[in-house]
């Protein structure tokens, strides 16, 4: 059993994070500023710790929780935000994400575990799925943001021992993503398709996009905290599915009457982008396990039980 904290743990994927550690009986800390978390999505048996990363009382937190691992997940995840606004992007990805890394190795702990992306750092590779080898070139300021704290976590390993797993997530989707956010596609479709509304496929529907489950996800984080020491690894499953694939298998599942609305792609987003999955098999022994179909369908039960 570890002692984990877990940045970000109110949000979409780290709430299932959290959920996953505690069903396996390590001991969890939460630390989130409900900026797009929720306090109700924590595990009861966490901690949890209402304090922004970029906070210099962060370190006291830390000092209290002396965790062996430390799971890096809050972030601003918004790519047209991090266009518009990218000091505020940098701020909370890149100065927040130092403080953790300093807060990490000053209260001692062994392991690192950072949620990076594989969707927005490769930029547009030429070939697809694009593996680990390939030199990052990421397009919009989130993805150059998260391609920065993986050069800051080398050096921290370098520098003072601190050992890490590096995941780059697809597109993940699931329950408890919001539907009325500015990210994840599956959850907007669903949010709107159940209010009868049709949704707008950027890039006319043709996008290429690597979907898996978060629970597939929440388990990479669970086999991290054991394995994969100096490791960044795609957390891919090799397909590339397009958004209009997604509408229509939303379309039968949910009987939706509408055709969708066709527009351009918007500044930052990559036309398409799906990533490979081999790496993490041979480090972590780790493959996603649920179909598309099967997790919208889990998605789509959770979004009409929460009622939203
Ligand atoms: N959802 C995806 O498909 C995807 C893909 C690639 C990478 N990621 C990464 O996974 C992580 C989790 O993303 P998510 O989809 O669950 O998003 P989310 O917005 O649901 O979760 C982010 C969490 O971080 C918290 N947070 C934000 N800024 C904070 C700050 N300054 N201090 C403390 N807490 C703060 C939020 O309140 C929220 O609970 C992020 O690092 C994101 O970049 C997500």
């Not at 680990?132 to 300021?141: G, L, S, V």
Request: aromatic content about 10%; charged content about 20%; glycine content about 12%.
């Amino acid at each position: 059993m570890s002692k984990i904290l877990v940045t970000g743990g109110a949000g979409f994927i780290g709430s299932h994070v959290v959920d996953t550690y505690i069903g396996e009986g390590h001991d969890v800390a939460v630390v989130d500023n409900l900026s797009s978390g929720f306090r109700n999505f924590v595990n009861s048996n966490a901690t949890f710790y209402e304090m922004d990363v970029r906070s210099e009382g962060l370190r006291a937190i830390f000092d209290e929780v002396k965790p062996d691992v430390v799971n890096h997940l809050a972030a601003q995840i918004d790519v047209r935000r991090s266009v518009e606004e990218p000091s505020f992007d940098a701020d909370v990805n890149i100065r927040g994400s130092l403080n953790v890394l300093e807060c990490a190795v000053k209260c001692g702990a062994k392991k690192f575990i950072f949620a990076s992306t594989g969707g927005a750092i490769y930029g547009e590779p030429p070939d697809l799925p694009v593996s680990e080898a390939y030199w990052p070139k990421p397009i919009c300021h989130y993805g150059a943001a998260k391609y920065s704290v993986e050069h800051y976590i080398y050096l921290y390993r370098h520098l003072y021992g601190l050992e890490f797993t590096i995941l780059r997530y697809p597109n993940v989707y699931g329950p408890r993503q919001n539907p009325h956010g500015e990210a994840g596609v599956c959850s907007i479709l669903i949010g709107l398709m159940l209010e009868g509304k049709a949704p707008t496929l950027f890039g006319f529907g043709e996008p290429l996009r690597d979907y898996v489950y978060v629970g597939d996800i929440a388990r990479a984080n669970l086999l991290a905290v054991e394995h994969g020491s100096g490791e960044t690894l795609n957390l891919g499953s090799g397909v590339g599915t397009s958004v209009r694939t997604i509408f229509d298998t939303l379309r039968e599942i949910l009987e939706f009457p509408h055709e969708p609305i066709l527009k351009e792609l918007r500044p930052g987003e990559v036309r398409q982008i799906y990533i490979t999955g081999d790496r993490a098999r041979s480090v972590l022994g780790w493959q996603p396990s649920i179909s598309l179909q099967e997790g919208l369908e889990k998605t789509v039960g959770h979004i009409r039980a929460a009622g939203s």
